[in-house]
T-cell receptor
Framework: ETGVTQTPRHLVMGMTNKKSLKCEQH?????MYWYKQSAKKPLELMFV???????ENNSVPSRFSPECPNSSHLFLHLHTLQPEDSALYLC???????????FGPGTRLTVL | QKEVEQNSGPLSVPEGAIASLNCTYS??????FFWYRQYSGKSPELIMS????GDKEDGRFTAQLNKASQYVSLLIRDSQPSDSATYLC??????????????FGKGTKLSVIP
């Protein structure tokens, strides 16, 4: 049971494709996050939004482009990805920035 | 550089035993510590948080924090096969810019043998 949903759950794309990942939280939270989880590596924070404003971009390549139209929705737009970008992309939300974070189920991305 | 170190495992314990998961960290100013459980193919789920030295118990789970020695541990009593998962240690640094960011360890895989 989760208040954070993500679509699609699985995505296979070529290096020249453009796709978007979607996250929606139903918890009334104000902060949302994108994380990347690669095999045998720790969860890596990519982007942080607080009240729709981006507060953090952890040196993420420009081929990843986030969008936060409102406090409930978060997108990650993907273009010209590389095979090493294949990973589990997790969305999370929290009431405010320093509160506990709740994760969505993730999107398993494979770049061919 | 903030680092969180965990033994990747797998840690195998028999059903009913106590599982002990350990985590050390490098940032002495870290203030908040969390344990997440992640089942294979699923997302992380927060199971414990601890902010002050000592023990914190919640059901079969006990988190232990020792800031002087810079370690935090998670004990699972009466381990069940359903506890088999990867356990992620995470921390939040001291108050300041970016202090809301969580730094995660790679996780310890726990296997409870029936």
């Amino acid at each position: 049971e989760t208040g954070v949903t993500q679509t699609p759950r699985h995505l296979v794309m070529g290096m020249t494709n453009k796709k978007s990942l979607k996250c929606e939280q139903h918890l009334g939270h104000n902060a949302m996050y994108w994380y990347k989880q690669s095999a045998k590596k720790p969860l890596e924070l990519m982007f942080v939004y607080n009240f729709k404003e981006q507060t953090e971009n952890n040196s993420v390549p420009s081929r990843f482009s986030p969008e936060c139209p409102n406090s409930s929705h978060l997108f990650l737009h993907l273009h010209t990805l590389q095979p090493e970008d294949s990973a589990l992309y997790l969305c999370a939300s929290s009431q405010v920035l320093d509160n506990e974070q709740f994760f969505g189920p993730g999107t398993r991305l494979t770049v061919l | 550089q903030k680092e969180v170190e965990q033994n990747s495992g797998p840690l195998s314990v028999p059903e009913g035993a106590i599982a002990s998961l350990n985590c050390t960290y490098s940032d002495r100013g870290s203030q908040s510590f969390f344990w997440y459980r992640q089942y294979s193919g699923k997302s992380p789920e927060l199971i414990m948080s601890i902010y002050s030295n000592g023990d914190k118990e919640d059901g079969r789970f006990t988190a232990q924090l020792n800031k002087a020695s810079q370690y935090v541990s998670l004990l699972i009593r009466d381990s069940q096969p359903s506890d088999s998962a990867t356990y992620l240690c995470a921390l939040r640094p001291a108050v300041g810019a970016g202090s809301y960011q969580l730094t995660f360890g790679k996780g310890t895989k726990l296997s409870v043998i029936p």
